[in-house]
């Protein structure tokens, strides 16, 4: 039996052969010998195209704006999802034809992503925008631009803060929650809840590696438990468990965490309880299935010290003791949807921008099929009558989709040839580690894939420039919009006013609203 390398060896050395001798290059298009595909016969007739157009126009002429209020709203966040991305997992996911569950909602947008002071932006500046309306400065959460990164006193200011959609909900009466793949107290969920001019600043050692006093500047993780914002919070689900614990053992692991003020932020948290709330931590997948929704006022679930898996390692290597996404997603509005009032709940799939920082496709790629999983469950559980669904990614990625391989090809594959007669993948980024993975910098020249093992999930894809991680990329993103008002997510607008529409949907807030 061949190895998966060997295979590859085969497979890659017969498009070598097969390509190189009849094809010609024009200075733009490369000539292609006539190629079948197993697609639909019906492709090939022309009435099948017009009665898709004639279907795709109807779908269109008949949807009708929905002008009601908005009583439960659900923003879905794909960190680093980059139209790329999108395109790529819906191959990934079953053929250039297939769609995403998003991709099938009636009103898309585009958004723009930059910072006060950057181009290309990070998901904490991003945070700032999508979450609370305000643009802000690279690495600060939660403040305006005069916050500067890393700068102590200026975010005591208060008046420098700014609040979160989620704070504008539960003021009006709703209840919230984030759920998250990544740390809690990471940037993308912290701007549910955060104010800090140090994304990193995570736990108190990490304010005092800023030379900030911690007694004064309260890391991320304590504003979840005891901050404004945070402590009101009815449902968080993510990992991360290590900013919360200092001595105490880590129940999974028997490690301490990385906190160093003597403090369990987790059983304070479930102390604010007073005996008059019940509140539940849960720290695998069994205790949060078990958790009863109707008698479960707060719910806690943190399930790995660091970030949550990949799905990919779950999957492949038995790491079964962590929900999936969809899973937390279920389990977070089954509690929020109590309120006679509705919800505000925040998603991140979060993991989708490790897999690109580290070049890692595959891992990006089945993180952004888990994210649709997670926005199908909640489109399909809830009437399109009363709940905003949107659904976005922070920024991009450097990664590319190129070349001129067949319809059905497998996208993680080869594309073709180059002209230095070595064969080029479908997937490729402008800069990060896999530079090293495939230049040869003795002979200045790139290494021959087909030496190479391209099928395992942590493959690194090749690369540029050399960098120790991949960048963001600073393209505008994918906004795409379901339910009530969604019609007002069209065109392209600033990142921050999505807060903005959604609560005018959902008459929170102190802008304007549908309701007035």
């Avoid at 090293?436 to 087909?450: I, Q």
Wanted: overall charge negative; charged content about 25%; glycine content about 8%.
């Amino acid at each position: 039996m061949q190895s998966p390398s060997m295979s590859l060896v085969v497979t890659i050395s017969c498009l070598l052969a097969s390509a190189l001798p009849d094809l010609q290059y024009d200075q733009y298009h490369p000539k292609f010998p006539p190629s079948l595909t197993n697609r639909d016969k019906n492709e090939l007739s022309i009435d099948y195209w017009l009665d898709n157009a004639r279907k795709t126009a109807h779908k269109l002429i008949d949807q009708p704006d929905n002008k009601r209020i908005a009583k439960n709203v659900i923003l879905f966040l794909g960190d680093g999802m980059s139209i790329a991305t999108v395109a790529m997992a819906r191959i990934y996911a079953g053929g250039e034809e297939q769609t995403l569950a998003f991709s099938s909602f009636p009103y898309i947008g585009m958004a723009k992503t930059y910072c006060v002071n950057y181009q290309v932006a990070d998901s904490a500046c991003t945070a700032t925008a999508f979450l609370t309306g305000v643009k802000g400065n690279y690495n600060t959460i939660g403040v305006n631009g005069q916050v500067s990164s890393n700068d102590c006193t200026a975010e005591l200011n208060k008046s420098t803060h700014t609040y979160s959609i989620a704070k504008w909900a539960m003021d009006a009466g709703k209840d919230a929650g984030l759920v998250t793949t990544t740390r809690v107290t990471h940037a993308t969920p912290a701007g549910v809840y955060a104010h800090t001019s140090n994304r990193d600043r995570e736990d108190d050692g990490e304010a005092t590696k800023d030379g900030c006093d911690p007694e004064t500047v309260e890391d991320i993780a304590k504003q979840l438990v005891h901050g404004e914002e945070g402590k009101r919070l009815k449902v968080v689900l993510g990992c991360g468990r290590w900013e919360f614990l200092d001595s105490d053992p880590d129940p999974e692991t028997g490690r301490r965490g990385r906190r160093q003020d003597n403090r369990n932020l987790i059983q304070e948290w479930l102390d604010l309880a007073n005996g008059i709330e019940n509140r539940t931590y849960v720290w695998n997948k069994q205790d949060l299935l078990e958790v009863d929704p109707q008698s479960t006022d707060r719910l806690l679930g943190l399930f790995e010290p660091n970030h949550c898996v990949f799905n990919l390692n779950r999957v492949h290597q038995g790491l079964d003791k962590e929900p999936t996404l969809a899973e937390m997603v279920d389990k977070a509005t089954d509690i929020l949807r109590k309120n006679e009032n509705g919800f505000f709940l925040f998603v991140e799939g979060g993991r989708i921008d490790h897999g690109h920082h580290n070049n890692m496709a595959r891992f990006a790629l089945d993180e952004t099929v888990e994210f649709s999983k997670a926005v199908d469950l909640a489109r399909g559980k809830f009437s399109e009558e009363d709940t905003l669904i949107v659904v976005t990614s922070d920024h991009s990625h450097t990664v590319s989709f190129s070349g001129y391989s067949n319809r059905g090809s497998d996208i993680f594959g080869a594309a073709g040839v180059g002209s230095d007669e070595l064969p080029y993948m479908t997937i490729n980024y402008a800069n990060g580690l896999g530079y090293y993975d495939h230049s040869d910098t003795v002979k200045g020249t790139r290494k021959n894939l087909a030496e190479m093992d391209t099928t395992a999930d942590d493959f690194r894809f090749p690369s540029t420039v050399p960098l120790k991680k991949e960048t963001h990329g600073g393209e505008d993103v994918a906004v795409y919009a379901s339910g009530p008002w969604s019609h007002l997510f069209t065109g392209t607008y600033e990142q921050n006013a999505i807060p903005h529409m959604m609560a005018y949907a959902a008459c929170i807030g102190e802008g304007l609203k549908a309701c007035s």
